[in-house]
């Protein structure tokens, strides 16, 4: 499937609907693309050697460079095909699982782990880019077409530390059985639903996976300042606002927002 200029075409947003996902081509122009992956490669080359490169979220917060690619114009028109016109930042994330080694993420829904921060949190979406081929060998993320409808479930504990998360959802909750592969070229991308189940196996492939997830929610989604402020912010990027949110600044760095956050996710903005 491919996108025009203005976004997903009808039958794109009704599989949206329908599944909770689709998969798109091209996302950004092949010039951008490339300035993102170089852009990328410089951020992982300066981590610090031990640090997982798994934990490179909110890259955003201390590199606002990042601004560029997260509000670029092609990327909100596929927003706006799903969430309309007036559109947030909400969070992103390099999750980038190195060969051999790459953590798991267990099944979830990413609205469970963002319920403290905004209402309703299923209704947050993520575009997830690959840089590089997501594949069944290297770890691509898996789905449960049309999860998104039935409702979130109970979690439990993770003991495996191969997880990149400590809770998953109960397991009585799924049915792997119906879970379909979300495999991608470079610059293919997938957007999902907030509420829609998914996971990822552990990388031992000899080929890295990286994507860059970059999720929004309507400005009519209420985002908790007061209760989150300290530690998150989200951005206007399209529109305006529709729920008396507050947004932070895209042109400059909060590095105390990510204090309490993994070693690697404070380096993410770091340069060398």
Not at 62 to 74: A, H, K, S
Not at 119 to 144: F, H, R, Y
Not at 189 to 210: Q, T, Y
Not at 253 to 264: D, F, H, K, S, W
Request: aromatic share 10%; glycine share 8%.
């Amino acid at each position: 499937m491919s996108t025009s200029k203005r976004g997903l075409d009808p039958e794109q947003v009704a599989a949206f609907r329908t599944d909770g996902y689709v998969i798109g081509d091209g996302l950004l122009k092949p010039d951008a693309f490339l300035a993102l992956k170089n852009h990328f490669e410089r951020k992982l080359a300066a981590l610090p050697e031990g640090e997982r490169p798994e934990d490179m979220d909110v890259p955003h917060f201390t590199d606002p460079e990042l601004f560029r690619w997260l509000f670029d114009p092609d990327v909100l028109d596929v927003v706006e095909s799903v969430l309309g016109p007036d559109i947030a930042l909400f969070t992103s994330h390099f999750f980038c699982k190195p060969a051999g080694d790459g953590k798991s993420v267990p099944w979830h829904t990413d609205g469970y782990f963002w319920r403290e921060m905004i209402e309703p949190a299923g209704q947050a979406m993520t575009i997830w880019l690959a840089i590089d081929p997501s594949t069944l060998e290297n770890g691509c993320m898996k789905v449960i077409p049309g999860s998104h409808v039935s409702g979130e479930g109970s979690y439990r504990r993770v003991t495996d530390d191969t997880s990149v998360f400590d809770e998953e959802l109960d397991q009585s909750r799924i049915d792997a059985s119906q879970a379909v592969p979300v495999q991608l070229r470079p610059n293919q991308f997938s957007i999902h639903s907030g509420a829609l189940v998914h996971s990822s196996e552990v990388n031992r492939s000899a080929m890295r996976r990286c994507g860059f997830t970059m999720r929004y929610i309507s400005t009519s989604v209420r985002f908790n300042h007061d209760g989150v402020g300290h530690k998150h912010q989200i951005f206007l990027a399209r529109g305006k606002d529709r729920a008396g949110n507050t947004y932070a600044d895209p042109s400059r760095a909060y590095p105390e927002l990510v204090q309490t956050r993994g070693a690697g996710q404070r380096f993410v903005g770091a340069e060398r």
